[in-house]
């Protein structure tokens, strides 16, 4: 069965930082694709960034680049989100998302975890 | 980016009806192109996948259509557990960017 259990969300002041973490299990971690996806207090979904261990290949959306990184450490089937330079407008569930040996879809969802940045 | 236009933003229905909701991409997605179903306080749920194929588990009265630009989700029978927001998401790019939602209500 595929687990993705997300950790590191939190309560932060605007202009810090945090480093979400995604544990993984019940597939091959290092042979998909894994992505980030936010969605703010009553609003929509959106995709924040993604990486292919295979190319590689990397993205991050417009919104975040410059202050997310995305990584990921096949050896521990672990992602990351290293998050800086933090705004209000980045409170949100942050999902950990696997999609394919591709790119996506997104066919299994963390269950997310909450980052709230407040003064 | 491919911006995706979702429509309509809220959908009132009974149960039993057949509803369809709509996206367009502003550029052909090869049919990359994604729904899901969220409920509240839930992760969303992948239903179908490269514009037609159902997702395993999924069930049939669910089903995708459309090409190019212009996407469907229909769902057939409308059951009680089907009441919740659905949005697309094309992943032609890296951009996976998704649709702005569709909400599904009890009329």
């Known amino acids: 069965e595929v687990q993705l259990v997300e950790s590191g969300g939190g309560l932060v002041q605007p202009g810090g930082s945090l480093r979400l973490s995604c544990s993984a299990s019940?597939?091959?971690?290092?042979?998909?694709?894994m992505h980030w996806v936010r969605q703010a207090p009553e609003k929509g979904l959106e995709y924040v960034s993604g990486l292919r261990t295979r190319g590689p290949i990397t993205y991050v959306a417009d919104s975040v680049k410059g202050r997310f990184t995305i990584s990921r450490d096949d050896s521990k089937s672990t992602l990351y989100l290293q998050m800086s330079g933090l705004r209000l407008d980045d409170t949100a569930i942050y999902y950990c998302?696997?999609?394919?040996?591709?790119?996506?879809?997104?066919?299994?969802w963390g269950q997310g975890t909450l980052v709230t940045v407040t003064s | 980016d491919i911006p995706m236009t979702q429509s309509p933003s809220t959908l009132s229905a009974s149960l039993g009806d057949r509803v369809t909701i709509t996206c367009r991409a502003s550029h052909s997605l090869n049919n990359w192109l994604a729904w899901y179903q969220q409920k509240p306080g839930e992760a969303p749920k992948l239903l179908i996948y490269?514009?037609?194929s159902l997702e395993r588990g999924v069930p049939s009265r669910f089903s995708g259509g459309g090409s190019g630009t212009d996407f469907t989700l229909t769902i057939n029978n409308l059951q009680p557990e089907d009441f919740a927001t659905y949005y697309c998401q094309q992943y032609n790019d890296y951009s996976g960017t998704f649709g702005q939602g569709t909400k599904v209500e009890i009329k």
């Open positions: 490269r514009a037609s």
């Open positions: 019940g597939f091959t971690f290092s042979s998909y694709t």
């Open positions: 998302v696997r999609g394919d040996v591709s790119w996506g879809p997104a066919h299994y």
